[in-house]
């Protein structure tokens, strides 16, 4: 056994056994929350004693466990939306109490006032910091692109996280890029989290709960990824009566039906979508195919479907079982040509929830994902396709023990075995003179396991603290990472809070990515002896301030350095290369900024403003001459602003502003003309100077939106107007050179960029129902 295996499991004795000793003689009240409409159970519901700072949150599976001396207590049950409950108990032994919290028919009711007041207190008690939440209700009520609403681009809004430009729903947190973050679905991995070429990611919102988005400060049990964990939990479905609902938009419809396998003991939930923009352009392309000078329009559609299914076995058993699936495909075809290039993700999971005794609780997941991608190419006698695929199969074990009301202790173990595809390439012609198959398949196990105490030391002094021990084993090679985790929050008093936290993470896996091509090529490599694992340290320092029980007021500052990190050679081959590792470059990379953010959840106007300010940069021996460049996502200024003004009962309107400073870009400077042979064609080679020394324009824009509710007889419905883009603004997706030539003697005479944007003003309206 290694000594650092041994100095996990010793620290995790040690917590267990000096725990234990301080729970005597206290008294434990716990039991499950629930909300009384649907009877699905409420994660991160607040458990506190009324008129103190002491209380829980429900853990995953909706349970809590407050432990107290024995006395007579109220006892306040509260959760972001539900009318607060509060009951008075006389606690003299161990006492269950289940509770169902009621849905606020109004926003701004004195009841949800409370509850708003109960969610930033614990933002202020908790010693988690570089955290953002975010529910399914929230991002259905801001404006959208072409009205369908995305969980990711509302994320986008919050500080410290970027988007990759125009239409792209990729995230960037704190300099990290798109696959530095772990994102997880019901606890499976999920490994491109987009449709649309980026455009939208693939979380339906109707079959969303809520999503939890960690920029530092990592809990110990999450591990993988250097930038950040997307964690998105999908709805348990109702378990008291029959559901339908969905939507209507202008390039997509969406229906969900949930309801009772068994009343009020389990209940399932399926949910799907489609676009139908391909429906238009088959029609356009068929009524202009005897057209000589048509050029057909390319056909792409989308589509996914999230099902899940709760079984309630018994008072300390529970079971999840959930799947995804989903596709996108694009198709070109003409009398000589058909390209064909289609992908998409499936994930599935199993979870058995298990409560040993009141403090004492496992979650144990089998899950599998697979990420693939194939493009077709057919000519007249000659075919290709190229692929690239990464399987897993994961299982994983989390123990939470509440030992007393001052440590609350996590450990666990997790494994998963990975298969990969890398950049196959198979070419042949009818006539069998080309008959090509390259390419390469990797397997890989990564493993890890953790321990973490989150440790009150009184009112004002919390800390949380943790080490996971993480591997990878690939051809022979056994990496080892040690990742300690620590987070202080000391409260000066009731509305001012100071927090900080320094994390390590190991990435074992990594994303290959031709970025200057204008389809995806992503390939998923493993660590291997020639491919170390990634690494990072982050440390963060933040305040956050309470005005009046209305405003939320945070500000952090964080600095963040990372190793090993893995870029392509200039001009790379990467399909069909059996030694794919020669094209790698190796590097470093640091990022610094400061998170600006205030928020307002109470009163007619609610919404909040975020502001970033930071630098993110790389270092690459082989790239830029060993000079130090910044990453195209570097974003020196970064500004959001989200407001939401309930107009009435049935009328809301909400505005979205966002601005941010132009991406890094590479231009040429100059070019200079390379001929042969006298007589023959000449080449114009551009020259560079440093990488990504140019900006492209800044981006802003305005969205608006307003939510209108109808009237049915049954059930609940509404239209959404809104406008994207509204003062039109031409931002940039990228930069382009046109070649000018003189008229007469068709000689080059000079270069003039043209810069190409995406999305004008866009109205939309979409139609949501639920019956």
Not at 43 to 63: D, H, K, L, Q, S
Not at 235 to 259: F, H
Not at 341 to 361: L, Y
Request: negative net charge; contains cysteine.
């Amino acid at each position: 056994m290694s000594f650092a295996l041994r100095l996990v499991l010793s620290i995790l004795v040690l917590l267990c056994l000096g725990s234990a000793l301080r729970a005597q003689d206290r008294v434990t009240l716990s039991g499950t929350l629930r909300s009384g409409a649907t009877g699905e159970t409420l994660i991160g519901a607040a458990v506190t004693i009324e008129g103190t700072t002491t209380g829980v949150e429900t853990n995953v599976n909706g349970n809590y466990a407050l432990s107290v001396l024995p006395g007579t207590y109220r006892i306040q049950f509260s959760y972001l939306g539900f009318q607060t409950q509060t009951r008075e108990l006389t606690l003299s032994s161990n006492t269950r109490l289940d509770i169902e919290l009621l849905e606020s028919s109004t926003t701004i009711s004195e009841v949800v006032v409370e509850s708003e007041r109960n969610s930033f207190q614990e933002r202020l008690s908790t010693p988690q910091m570089s955290m953002e939440t975010l529910s399914s209700r929230e991002a259905k009520l801001l404006p959208a692109l072409f009205g369908e609403v995305d969980i990711i681009k509302t994320l986008q809004l919050k500080p410290g996280i970027q988007s990759g430009g125009e239409g792209s729903s990729g995230l960037f947190v704190r300099g990290g890029s798109s696959d530095q973050n772990l994102v997880l679905l019901d606890d499976a991995l999920v490994y491109n989290p987009s449709h649309l070429f980026g455009f939208f990611s693939v979380f339906n919102p109707d079959a969303v709960r809520g999503v939890e988005l960690y920029k530092g400060g990592f809990p110990a049990q999450f591990g993988g990824r250097l930038s950040s964990v997307l964690d998105v939990k999908l709805r348990e479905g109702n378990r008291k009566e029959y559901d339908v609902s969905g939507g209507i938009g202008l390039i997509a419809s969406r229906l969900t039906v949930e309801g009772p396998i068994k009343k009020d003991k389990s209940s399932f939930l399926v949910s799907g979508r489609r676009t139908y923009v391909d429906v238009f352009t088959r029609m356009i392309n068929k009524a202009k195919e005897d057209d000589p000078d048509f050029s057909p329009i390319p056909d792409y559609y989308f589509y996914d479907f999230n099902a899940k299914a709760t079984f309630e076995l018994g008072p300390n058993d529970r079971i999840f079982l959930s799947g995804y699936y989903g596709r996108d495909f694009f198709t070109f075809a003409d009398e000589n040509f058909n390209f064909n290039f289609n992908w998409g993700n499936r994930v599935g999971s199993a979870r058995w929830a298990h409560q040993f005794s009141p403090r004492f609780f496992v979650n144990t997941t089998f899950s599998a994902s697979n990420y693939e991608y194939e493009i077709k190419n057919e000519l007249d006698i000659f075919r290709f396709s190229l692929t690239s695929n990464i399987s897993d199969l994961s299982l994983k074990s989390d123990f939470e023990y509440i030992t007393s009301e001052k440590h609350h202790l996590r450990f666990g173990v997790a494994f998963t075995d990975h298969s990969f595809t890398v950049g196959r390439l198979e070419a042949n012609s009818q006539d069998g003179s080309v008959n090509v198959n390259a390419g390469n398949n990797y397997r890989g196990q990564e493993y890890g396991v953790y321990v973490s105490d989150d440790w009150t030391f009184n009112p004002s002094l919390t800390a949380s603290y943790g080490l996971r021990l993480s591997g990878f084993l690939n051809d022979g090679k056994n990496f080892l990472g040690l990742e300690p985790r620590a987070a202080l929050s000391y409260r000066f008093n009731e509305t001012l809070t100071l927090k900080g936290s320094y994390t390590r993470m190991f990435q074992y896996v990594h994303l290959v990515s031709n970025s200057g091509a204008s389809l995806p090529t992503d390939i998923w490599y493993p660590s291997s002896p020639g491919v170390k694992p990634q690494r990072s340290d982050q440390v963060a320092l933040g305040l956050t301030k309470l005005y009046k029980d209305t405003y939320l007021f945070s500000t952090e500052a964080y600095y963040k350095k990372m190793n090993r990190q893995l870029d392509l050679r200039d001009g790379a081959e990467i399909f069909g290369n059996n030694e794919l590792e020669q094209e790698f470059v190796f590097g470093s990379g640091e990022s610094y900024g400061q998170e600006f953010y205030v928020e307002k959840k109470e009163g007619k106007t609610t919404g909040w403003v975020g502001y970033t300010l930071s630098w993110t940069n790389r270092t690459f021996p082989d790239i830029n001459e060993g000079r130090t460049f910044p990453t195209r996502f570097d974003r020196r200024h970064d500004l959001s602003v989200v407001a939401i003004h309930e107009w009435s009962k049935r009328i809301s309107a909400t505005a979205t502003f966002v601005y941010g400073t132009g991406n890094a870009y590479s231009l040429p400077v100059q070019r200079f003309v390379y001929q042969d042979v006298p007589g023959e064609d000449y080449t114009i080679i551009p020259v560079y100077p440093d990488r990504n020394s140019f900006r492209l324009a800044d981006y802003h824009r305005l969205d608006l939106g307003v939510v209108y509710k109808l009237r049915p007889k049954r059930g609940s419905s509404d239209l959404t107007f809104s406008v994207y883009n509204v003062y039109n603004r031409r931002n940039p997706y990228f930069v382009y050179f046109e070649t000018l030539k003189d008229d007469e003697s068709e000689q080059i005479t000079g270069f003039v960029a043209k810069q190409v944007s995406l999305f004008p003003v866009i109205p939309s309206i979409t139609y949501n129902f639920k019956f």
